[in-house]
């Protein structure tokens, strides 16, 4: 048996929701498709938030143990990534914008090891209801919102950001 799982991202204010989602950029436009380098983040600003969740489907008995960390590459002088809360402290979706959303409470800006990461919960509904736990049976499920938004100083370099790798992690039976 094997959980299928696909990436979304909603955006605008319905919202709309991407599936498929290979690659997050941070960018002056909430739009999954539009291109980064045509929305540049001017340094000061903040990029628009990101609200990004997963799907599991297929054939799975349990999906439990998520965790989401910051795991690989650097963010240079002046960038602050942030992220949503913790499990039950999950993000009732607004329409996405530059606004420094208050919400994303996890420092994310630092790699860290997996297990060191977010607790994600999980729910046989999308992302932006309530009730969701630790573990879920229901098929399909969702995960919380996995919501973030770089957020720079006036200090922040011109040009490209580096790469950096978020991971989520999660056990299935």
Same mark, same amino acid.
């Given at each position: 048996?094997?959980?299928?799982?696909?990436?979304?991202?909603?955006y605008?204010?319905?919202?709309?929701?991407?599936?498929?989602?290979?690659?997050?950029?941070?960018?002056?436009?909430d739009?999954?498709?539009?291109?980064?380098?045509?929305?540049?983040?001017?340094?000061?600003?903040?990029?628009?938030?990101i609200?990004?969740?997963?799907?599991?489907?297929?054939?799975?008995?349990?999906?439990?143990?998520?965790?989401?960390?910051?795991?690989?590459?650097v963010l240079?002088?002046? /960038? *602050?990534?942030?992220?949503?809360p #913790?499990? !039950?402290?999950?993000?009732?979706?607004?329409t996405?914008? $530059?606004? @420094? &959303?208050?919400?994303l409470?996890?420092?994310?800006?630092?790699?860290?090891?997996?297990?060191?990461?977010?607790?994600?919960?999980?729910?046989a509904?999308?992302?932006?209801?309530?009730?969701?736990?630790?573990?879920?049976?229901?098929?399909p499920?969702?995960?919380?919102? /996995? *919501?973030?938004?770089?957020?720079? #100083?006036? !200090?922040?370099s011109a040009?490209?950001?580096a790469?950096? $790798?978020? @991971? &989520?992690?999660?056990?299935?039976?």
């Amino acid at each position: 048996m094997a959980a299928t799982f696909i990436w979304y991202q909603d955006y605008g204010a319905g919202p709309t929701s991407y599936s498929g989602v290979a690659n997050v950029n941070w960018k002056n436009s909430d739009v999954p498709t539009d291109v980064y380098s045509t929305y540049p983040i001017t340094a000061g600003n903040n990029s628009y938030s990101i609200w990004q969740y997963g799907r599991f489907q297929g054939s799975f008995n349990q999906i439990l143990n998520g965790l989401w960390a910051h795991t690989a590459g650097v963010l240079g002088t002046g /960038l *602050t990534l942030k992220g949503a809360p #913790t499990g !039950a402290s999950q993000l009732t979706y607004s329409t996405p914008s $530059t606004a @420094t &959303l208050s919400g994303l409470t996890v420092d994310m800006t630092t790699v860290s090891g997996i297990a060191q990461g977010t607790v994600v919960y999980f729910g046989a509904t999308g992302p932006n209801t309530g009730g969701k736990t630790a573990s879920a049976t229901a098929n399909p499920c969702f995960t919380n919102y /996995l *919501t973030t938004q770089l957020q720079t #100083t006036v !200090a922040a370099s011109a040009g490209d950001t580096a790469t950096v $790798t978020v @991971t &989520l992690q999660y056990d299935e039976n």
